[in-house]
């Protein structure tokens, strides 16, 4: 079946690059999301990649698909404690259905 | 302003009282959803409404109920709520050009 699977905790210090990783299992997916959600929020839309593209730069983040091993990565480049928070990654499979799937979360701490 | 609104924020209730979570959007999408939010289980799908009068079940559906009446609302039912529906709940509208889901605030239920 379609699965999403993230690592549950990041730690990097302040000023450093993050990455984040996911791995799916749904190869027919159109779109790939990531998703971030700070303490007591909603979900807000980072960035997306379409399934066609290896990948997709903007400002401080870096999204990187390989197709082949079904890995999916977010790279924040200079990481602040603003970035602090759960980040989602999230694949539209393309089964006839309109059902998201989601990873468990990532929990980045950002240390001063 | 583009938002999904979500009423109430936060609910305490207790088994088998039946509630509503309403939940808005004001961007004329066709596509809503309703997610729950547990920890360790990142955001699971519940129910999904491709268009008025359209729903369909995603994941988690027992012991839900939703109805699309309108374009612009989606409600949540629990009927018969249970402790093992207290969670995160968040509602989301799709914008079918990018398929990006854009997300609610968030209804945190607890039923005891």
């Known amino acids: 079946g379609e699965d999403v699977e993230q690592s549950l905790f990041l730690s990097v210090r302040e000023g450093d690059s993050s990455v984040i990783n996911c791995t799916y299992t749904?190869?027919?997916?159109?779109?790939l999301y990531w998703y971030k959600q700070e303490p007591g929020a909603g979900l807000q839309l980072l960035t997306y990649?379409?399934?066609?593209?290896d990948m997709k730069q903007d400002q401080r983040l870096t999204v990187l698909l390989n197709k082949k091993d079904k890995h999916l990565s977010l790279r924040i480049a200079d990481t602040q404690t603003g970035d602090s928070a759960i980040y989602f990654c999230?694949?539209?499979?393309?089964?006839?259905?309109?059902?998201?799937?989601f990873g468990t979360g990532t929990r980045l701490k950002v240390l001063a | 302003e583009a938002q999904v609104t979500q009423n109430p924020r936060y609910l305490i209730t207790v088994t088998g009282k039946k509630l509503t979570v309403t939940c808005s959007q004001n961007?004329?999408?066709?596509?809503m959803s309703w997610y729950r939010q547990d920890p360790g289980l990142g955001l699971r799908q519940i129910y999904y409404?491709?268009?008025?009068?359209?729903?369909d079940k995603g994941d988690v559906p027992e012991g839900y109920k939703v109805s699309r009446k309108e374009k612009r609302n989606f409600p949540l039912i629990l009927e018969s709520p249970s402790p093992n529906q207290t969670s995160l709940y968040f509602c989301?509208?799709?914008?079918?050009?990018?398929?990006?889901?854009?997300f609610g605030p968030g209804t945190r239920l607890t039923v005891l």
């Open positions: 749904d190869s027919s997916s159109t779109y």
């Open positions: 409404s491709m268009n008025v009068e359209v729903t």
């Open positions: 989301a509208a799709r914008d079918s050009n990018t398929d990006t889901q854009y």
């Open positions: 990649i379409f399934s066609n593209m």
């Open positions: 999230a694949e539209t499979p393309t089964s006839g259905t309109y059902k998201y799937i």
């Open positions: 961007m004329n999408h066709e596509y």
